[in-house]
């Protein structure tokens, strides 16, 4: 009985060691994915943001500098219009959450933001990913805008 218990355990184990390692690829793809994203931001680079989002996915804000707060949505391909070349951003991540479930991921990013150089504001971005022929899109992006309490 211990004989064919340690075989049935020894047959399983590389499966959990494959599992293991397919869950820790797509967490770095995704955080891959996150850091294109705020590489391309800051090159304000149209093509290279396209080929990361699907066409009709959205963001939501929520804007903690205003009394009383503000909440917006727009879809992202609304933002590729309104880049100026003169104006440089700059989204940092101060960390990465990732979690994923069958071809989708959440990244919780705590960031900073600067325009020209300049502080700007902090938060948190929760991005929203799923996985299409093998290749994780954003759907959606969340994110606070606060001045205080940041890293």
Not at 7 to 30: N, T, Y
Not at 79 to 98: H, M, Q, V, W
Not at 136 to 150: D, H, L, M
């Amino acid at each position: 009985m211990l004989k064919r218990c340690l075989f049935v355990f020894l047959v399983f184990i590389p499966f959990l060691g494959q599992a293991q390692d397919e869950i820790s690829s797509d967490e770095h793809l995704v955080k891959e994915k996150v850091d294109d994203f705020f590489k391309a931001l800051e090159k304000q680079d149209t093509i290279a943001l396209k080929k990361l989002w699907f066409s009709e996915g959205q963001v939501w804000a929520i804007d903690n500098t205003t009394d009383p707060t503000t909440y917006s949505m727009r879809f992202f391909k609304e933002d590729l219009n309104r880049f100026d070349p003169k104006t440089i951003l700059k989204e940092s991540a101060l960390s990465y959450e990732i979690k994923i479930h069958k071809g989708m991921a959440m990244a919780w990013v705590p960031y900073d933001f600067k325009v020209n150089g300049e502080f700007s504001h902090c938060g948190v971005d929760i991005f929203s990913l799923m996985k299409v022929d093998n290749q994780w899109k954003f759907i959606s992006a969340s994110y606070t805008v606060e001045k205080e309490n940041c890293k």
